[in-house]
């Protein structure tokens, strides 16, 4: 299993890893795991766009909040908003 304790490991074609904490992992010798890199013909990486995204949803969250707790301070007090008359959502939909 990569990155568990493995005894003896390292007899069975197994290579270890020595880490900052002093923790040994291991894995197998001939296991390369390729590193992410930005492509080589000038286009943008994909980390700049998830910031992008990210700070977009976000904002769009923190939109829909504000939304939601205005929704429920006017429906708790119409006159805060200038409503001088409150129908109930029914009895707009009854037609006869």
Request: charged share 15%; with cysteine.
């Amino acid at each position: 299993m990569i990155g568990t304790r493995v005894p003896g490991g390292a007899a069975r074609g197994w290579a270890q890893d020595h880490h900052e904490d002093g923790c040994r992992t291991e894995k197998p010798a001939g296991l390369r795991i390729p590193a992410l890199r930005a492509p080589r013909d000038g286009a943008e990486p994909i980390r700049g766009w998830l910031v992008v995204y990210l700070v977009v949803l976000v904002g769009l969250a923190a939109h829909g909040l504000e939304l939601t707790v205005a929704s429920l301070i006017i429906g708790a007090n119409p006159a805060l908003a200038g409503l001088t008359s409150f129908v109930p959502a029914p009895a707009l939909g009854a037609a006869g």
